[in-house]
C-alpha cells in the first residue's frame, strides 16, 4: 500500500461519517503498544521521536514529522525507538464500509510537514475547545488534511505530471474562485488541453469536479464570513462568486444540511 493508483478512485469520492476523539500524547519513556484491531482509522501526526509500526503485517520506521495512516480493522502494533515522543492522533470514520474505499498510503515523509503541524494544532484546538459547532468544523478540517494528504502522494507518486498538467489552472482558481464565474473551458485551455481531457485529470487528482471543488472552496470561504462578520447573505454570497442567491443557499444546505441564515442563527 505505499504506493497507490489514485485514478482507480476517481468515480468515487469520500464523507467523512464521525470523529470520534483529537487527542495529544507525550511519553518519556519507552513504550508497546500490542497487536489489536482498530475500531477508527486513525491519523498520528508526529511531533518528536521516532518508532516502528506494523500495519498487517507490513512494519515500516516512523521518524519526527512523518505521518501514519491506519485503516479501521487493520492489524496494528508500534513500539518506541526514542524518548521522549510527542504525537497527536484523529479517530474518525468514513461513511463508505470498504477499507479499499480509500486511496492512501500507511506512511507519508512529508514534503511540508509545518503546513501538516499547523493542521493538527488548529483541528485540536477546535475539538478541545468544543465551541458550537465544532463538530463541523473539525470535520472541515479533517477534510482539508485529507485533501493535503492525497496531494503529498500524487507529488511524490507518478502523478505528478497529471498535476503539471492542470497546475495552471489550479493556481489561478486558487487565486480567484471566490469571483463570480470560472469557465471549466477556459480553464482547459490555460493548459493547453481539451475540457473533457482536464476534467478526467482533474477528477483523477481530486476525486471530484471542479465545479464541486470551486463550490467547497466557496462555501467554506461563506463559513468564515458568516462566522466573522454582520454581511448580509446576499453580501456574502457575492464575495464568495455566487451570483445567484438561491443556489448559494441551496448548495450551501446541500454540504451542511442547513441555510445560511439557520446557520448564523444558531452560532
Known amino acids: ?95 463508505q464500509s470498504d477499507r479499499n474505499s480509500y486511496p492512501f498510503s500507511y506512511l507519508y515523509t512529508l514534503k511540508s510537514p509545518e503546513k501538516f503541524m499547523q493542521m493538527f494544532d488548529d483541528i485540536l484546538n477546535v475539538w478541545l475547545y468544543r465551541s458550537f459547532g465544532y463538530k463541523l468544523k473539525t470535520k472541515m478540517l479533517l477534510y482539508d488534511i485529507l485533501r493535503n494528504m492525497l496531494m503529498e502522494q500524487m507529488i511524490q507518486g507518478n502523478m505528478l505530471h497529471s498535476y503539471n498538467t492542470i497546475q495552471a489552472a489550479m493556481q489561478f482558481i486558487d487565486r480567484n474562485y471566490d469571483k463570480e464565474y470560472i469557465n471549466v473551458e477556459e480553464l482547459a485551455k490555460m493548459c493547453g488541453i481539451t475540457p473533457t481531457h482536464f476534467t478526467r485529470v482533474f477528477k483523477g487528482i481530486y476525486m471530484t469536479t471542479p465545479v464541486k471543488y470551486i463550490n467547497k472552496l466557496r462555501i467554506d470561504r461563506a463559513i468564515e464570513l458568516l462566522e466573522h462578520t454582520t454581511l448580509t447573505v446576499n453580501e456574502i454570497a457575492e464575495q464568495t462568486g455566487f451570483s445567484d442567491t438561491s443556489y448559494f443557499s441551496k448548495m450551501f444546505k446541500k454540504l451542511l444540511g442547513k441555510s445560511p441564515l439557520h446557520y448564523r442563527q444558531e452560532m
Not at 464521525?18 to 508526529?46: G, P
Not at 495512516?69 to 526514542?82: G, V, W
Request: net charge negative; aromatic share 12%.
Open 1 to 95: 500500500m505505499s504506493k497507490v493508483n489514485l485514478t482507480e478512485y476517481a468515480e468515487s469520492d469520500i464523507t467523512i461519517r464521525d470523529i470520534n476523539c483529537i487527542y495529544i500524547q507525550r511519553m518519556t519513556c519507552a513504550w508497546k503498544h500490542t497487536s489489536t484491531f482498530e475500531s477508527y482509522h486513525r491519523l498520528v501526526f508526529i511531533g518528536e521521536g521516532d518508532f516502528t509500526a506494523s500495519i498487517d503485517g507490513q512494519t515500516m520506521h516512523v521518524k519526527k514529522h512523518d505521518l501514519l495512516y491506519i485503516p479501521k480493522n487493520a492489524r496494528y502494533q508500534s513500539s518506541s525507538l526514542s524518548v521522549p515522543f510527542c504525537h497527536t492522533t484523529i479517530l474518525f470514520d468514513f461513511a
